[in-house]
């Protein structure tokens, strides 16, 4: 029995190894970064173009509003 969980845990440190050597896990991740970065990148600028736009067309209101006949 112990020779077998000895040739388990051969198996297992040779499998951990070959992960580590396997570049296409790091290609994978650099891409999931990049794609995380875009998203923050692109919730930042609808945040800015949001309130842009709120206090354009609440500055159009407040002056149309004052130009009305009352």
């Known amino acids: 029995m112990k020779l ?3 040739i ?3 198996s297992i440190i040779a499998r951990t ?4 050597r396997d570049e296409k ?4 991740m650099e891409y999931a970064i990049m794609a995380v970065l ?3 990148a692109l919730v930042a600028v609808a945040g800015t173009i ?3 736009f709120t206090n ?4 159009m209101g ?8 009352g």
């Open 4 to 6: 077998r969980g000895s």
């Open 56 to 59: 354009t067309f609440t500055n």
């Open 25 to 28: 896990g790091a290609t994978a």
């Open 62 to 69: 407040t002056k149309v509003n004052a130009n009305m006949p």
């Open 8 to 10: 388990v845990l051969k």
């Open 17 to 20: 190894r070959t992960f580590a």
């Open 38 to 40: 875009v998203v923050v």
């Open 50 to 52: 949001n309130g842009t």
